[in-house]
């Protein structure tokens, strides 16, 4: 049974910074690509960030120079660096795992920029 379980989400200030967390069971993870998603309320659920398996990254725009993707195979853990957070990053942030032709979704972590 696959698992993604988020962490590290809460309330920060304009400007702070956060570290989300996704640890993974039961996949092969260094074998997978993952990603970090948010879902603003009212809209759609949008990519923020994607490493493959060879840790190459991408990013949203709206979030480039800001946050950082990365992966620690021995950890079976992904984690997104947040920095400089504006209140538009207020949002439930969702770990994404695509293996083997398949995707997972974590339950997500709350995200909320306020001063």
């Known amino acids: 049974q696959v698992q993604l379980v988020e962490s590290g989400g809460g309330l920060v200030q304009p400007g702070g910074s956060l570290r989300l967390s996704c640890a993974a069971s039961?996949?092969?993870?260094?074998?997978?690509?993952m990603g970090w998603y948010r879902q603003a309320p009212g809209k759609q659920r949008e990519l923020v960030a994607h490493?493959?398996?060879?840790?190459?990254?991408n990013y949203a725009d709206s979030v480039k120079g800001r946050f950082t993707i990365s992966r620690d195979n021995a950890k079976n853990t992904v984690y997104l660096q947040m920095n400089s957070l504006k209140p538009e990053d207020t949002a439930v942030y969702y770990c994404?795992?695509?293996?083997?032709?398949?995707?997972?979704w974590g339950q997500g972590t709350q995200v909320t920029v306020s001063s």
């Open positions: 039961g996949i092969i993870f260094s074998f997978g690509a």
């Open positions: 994404n795992a695509q293996f083997l032709g398949n995707s997972y």
């Open positions: 490493i493959t398996r060879g840790g190459s990254t």
